[in-house]
């Protein structure tokens, strides 16, 4: 066996000699990588060619295809080269598409089956016809009787016969309908699935120009890129907070929505899941001018944030015996296997996967991580008097946690959906895991006081006094962080001074952001502190100022 390999740019407009005859062939998609914005998919065709020249054709490539992109290699007995490759649009053909060829037979016989319920009810009206005929001449017929001398009863039998018959037209009639409209009933059903599918795509060819010393035999491989698949993470975070000494645990289950608009299904492929993201380019971006300019002064006033709770937690689901007794086992759920690189992480699915173009997504597990996560309660009693579970835990996985949705769990119940940020291997992330009632925060006003200083009241000044008061309800140690403000002047002439009585933060500018502080201490069970923020601000008595505490 020879290995064939071509490194072209696809390349058009390459002539195809007079003598070299087509070989079509049948090609069918093997393996996908999927990448989060794009997918490189590989086909395999199988080929004869007779010595000489010969183009192999494969016109099933899908119009989306980058052309190029495309890449042929293959393996062959015999002795053979590949010579060029060309790639060609062509239109849609109907002929072969078998799903809509499919739906359109149903339909039509559908429509068939509804002409001779048509014809059915068009002979059982000249029946009724018929019939009312009679019924509409028996007067005639009942005055000529008596004058022959005929017996009244024989004419009641004769109605009645009518009568009979009419009954048992209309019946037939009836059921006729009733077929009609179940049988159009499934038309509009057929029709709908028809209208539902995915556009019709005009496909591509490839012309593969080989040449062969000898008669040969072989397998041609194809793969190319596509922009119209890819794949979105997705998480399941489940927290166990591990009350009475026991250590939390965390577990990260890691999914991916795969979807595809390619407009060929994917059969039974082998599918491998990457983390590279070739589609936000391969260099840095250049940076613009960055210039200051005088505007005009306006004023702005800040709104005050609102946090919201999470949603409530769906019932749990109880669990029930199998019939004949004994106990259900927990079902396995089939992860992928992990292969990373320096520069990339590639996730592959051990068995094959099927994915129709433009029908939904599909939805696999990747890889399911066991963490030990550091607790932290945040509060922000100046907003909410709400205080917050928070799991700090680095990404021990090798791999990227590429973003997307995260579905939060504490201790079983339904804590609420994120956005997980982009977070590379060994960086550290912080999720909130909702409102942990086992910690009560409280923020009391103590004083606030305006004044003026000065002989001649030159100055004027606003002191704030503000008594905040945690407690750790929990049974183990916890680390509580309560966050405030502290006014940040912009100004030379206005001055904001700490009071004595204050209690010095552990963390000023929190997060990069000015004026904001932090008090984090670790709180035994059942431990309460008091902290106190005490400022003065101080200002030249003819200007106002605005601030929002």
């Not at 060619?49 to 293959?74: K, W």
């Not at 007995?77 to 109907?94: C, F, K, N, W």
């Not at 149903?106 to 319920?117: F, K, N, V």
């Not at 006081?449 to 100055?459: A, D, Q, V, W």
Request: proline share 7%; glycine share 8%; charged share 25%.
């Amino acid at each position: 066996m020879k290995i064939l390999a071509l490194s072209l740019a696809a390349l058009a407009a390459c002539t195809a000699n007079a003598y070299a005859a087509d070989v079509p062939l049948a090609s069918r998609i093997t393996a996908v990588t999927v990448h989060p914005q794009s997918a490189a998919v590989l086909r395999e065709a199988a080929f004869s060619v007779p010595a000489g020249v010969s183009v192999l054709l494969v016109d099933d490539l899908p119009a989306d295809m980058a052309p190029d992109s495309l890449r042929v290699e293959g393996l062959a007995a015999g002795g053979l080269s590949i010579r060029s490759v060309e790639t060609r649009s062509q239109a849609y053909d109907p002929d072969a598409d078998p799903v809509r060829m499919a739906i359109a037979a149903e339909i039509q016989t559908l429509r068939d089956r509804i002409a001779r319920l048509n014809d059915r009810l068009a002979a059982l009206d000249l029946r009724v016809k018929f019939i009312d005929g009679l019924a509409e001449s028996l007067p005639q017929g009942l005055a000529k009787g008596f004058a022959e001398g005929k017996a009244v009863g024989d004419w009641i039998q004769t109605a009645e016969g009518l009568g009979a018959e009419r009954e048992k037209i209309d019946a037939l009639r009836a059921a006729v309908l009733i077929e009609k409209r179940g049988v159009e009933k499934t038309i509009d059903g057929r029709q709908r699935a028809m209208d539902d599918l995915p556009p019709a795509l005009p496909k591509l060819a490839a012309r593969i120009e080989v040449t062969a010393g000898q008669a040969a035999t072989g397998r041609l491989s194809l793969g190319y890129r596509t922009q119209t698949a890819g794949w979105t993470p997705a998480y399941d975070v489940s927290l166990s907070v591990g009350e009475a000494g026991a250590e939390p645990k965390l577990e990260l289950v890691r999914r991916a929505e795969l979807h595809q608009a390619t407009g060929e299904d994917w059969s039974g492929v082998a599918l491998t899941l990457s983390t590279a993201r070739p589609a936000e380019g391969t260099q840095a971006p250049e940076p613009y001018e960055s210039v200051v300019r005088f505007v005009p002064r306006y004023d702005a006033k800040m709104a005050r944030e609102s946090l919201v709770r999470p949603a409530p937690a769906p019932p749990a689901l109880a669990a029930e015996a199998p019939q004949g007794g004994g106990a259900y086992d927990a079902i396995e759920q089939a992860e992928a296997i992990a292969d990373f690189g320096d520069f990339r992480a590639e996730y592959r699915i051990q068995d094959p996967v099927s994915v129709a173009s433009g029908d939904g997504s599909r939805s696999v597990r990747i890889a399911t991580e066991s963490l030990a996560p550091l607790l932290e309660v945040r509060a922000v009693p100046a907003i909410s008097d709400a205080a917050y579970l928070t799991a700090r835990f680095k990404n021990r996985s090798g791999a990227p946690y590429v973003g997307g949705e995260a579905v939060l769990y504490r201790d079983g119940a339904f804590a609420g959906t994120v956005p997980l940020p982009f977070t590379g291997p060994d960086a550290e992330i912080a999720l909130g895991f909702g409102i942990d009632d086992k910690v009560a925060v409280t923020r009391t006003i103590v004083q606030e006081k305006t004044g003026e200083r000065g002989l001649i009241s030159s100055e004027k000044t606003d002191e704030r006094r503000y008594l905040i008061k945690v407690e750790n309800r929990h049974g183990r140690p916890m680390p509580i962080v309560v966050l405030d403000r502290l006014p940040v002047s912009e100004a030379q002439t206005i001055a904001v001074e700490p009071l004595s009585e204050a209690t010095p933060p552990t963390e000023t500018a929190v997060d990069g952001k000015r004026g904001v502080v932090a008090w984090r201490y670790d709180y035994a069970p059942g431990e309460i502190k008091e902290i106190r923020n005490a400022f003065t601000i101080r200002w030249p008595a003819d200007q106002d100022v605005f601030w929002q505490n």
